[in-house]
């Protein structure tokens, strides 16, 4: 487990500053678009005169070397620093979700012990006629970065996206095979779920798909 530990050590992706309102990127995504939830925390790091900044997966950033989509761990610090951030997610947008040092992280993402990791998914596609359909694509290697994360979570809460969808039994047997309580719900409720168990210390991750289909390379509808 320690080689694995000493294996992902992650580093910052670069942050690009707002101007007058746009980032300077060619990213569209804007943080003036519609706001669907807000969610508070009282340990909020956000600061009344800063202003929100995007991060694009553009961007080079470790990367897990998974078969299927691609990880990017884009806040933590050291793992074995004790300088950990405490980050709450604080609105929701059709494109991804603001948090509360102002960062706007576009597309899905993956929360956990206070660090985010970028998380290239869709959500699943709810107007299929059945389960299969709606989770065509989805497999337990879009969960594979929770073998290797330390500590590991409790619970994983699950954000399907506007609506909550049932998981494929393989991702059910996955995650609790890890001995991972799995909680699917919407991505809304599991994000405001998220804020108050972290807040309360417990041990807890959360897995977000985008409200919307998104590419977190562009910020633009995929």
Not at 203 to 219: H, N, Q, R, S, Y
Request: aromatic share 6%; with cysteine.
């Amino acid at each position: 487990m320690a080689s694995r530990t000493s294996s992902i050590r992650p580093m910052l992706s670069s942050l690009r500053p707002m101007v007058k309102g746009k980032p300077q990127t060619s990213i569209t995504l804007r943080t003036t678009s519609k706001v669907f939830a807000t969610f508070s925390s009282s340990s909020s790091a956000s600061s009344s005169s800063s202003r929100p900044r995007l991060v694009s997966a553009g961007t080079p950033s470790y990367r897990f070397n998974l078969q299927i989509r691609t990880f990017q761990n884009i806040l933590s610090p050291d793992p074995d620093s004790m300088d950990k951030p405490n980050l709450a997610i604080n609105k929701l947008t059709p494109r991804g979700f603001i948090l509360s040092d102002d960062l706007v992280i576009p597309g899905g993402c993956i929360f956990h012990s206070g660090r985010a990791i970028l998380w290239d998914v869709d959500p699943p596609k709810s107007d299929a006629p059945n389960l299969n359909e709606m989770w065509k694509g989805w497999t337990e290697d879009r969960f594979r970065v929770f073998q290797l994360v330390v500590p590991r979570p409790e619970i994983l809460l699950f954000g399907t996206g506007q609506t909550a969808i049932p998981a494929p039994k393989a991702i059910r047997d996955y995650i609790s095979g890890l001995g991972i309580q799995l909680d699917v719900m919407d991505t809304r409720n599991a994000a405001s779920t998220y804020n108050l168990l972290a807040e309360e210390g417990r041990t807890v991750a959360a897995a977000l798909c985008p409200l919307e289909p998104i590419d977190p390379k562009t910020g633009g509808p995929r």
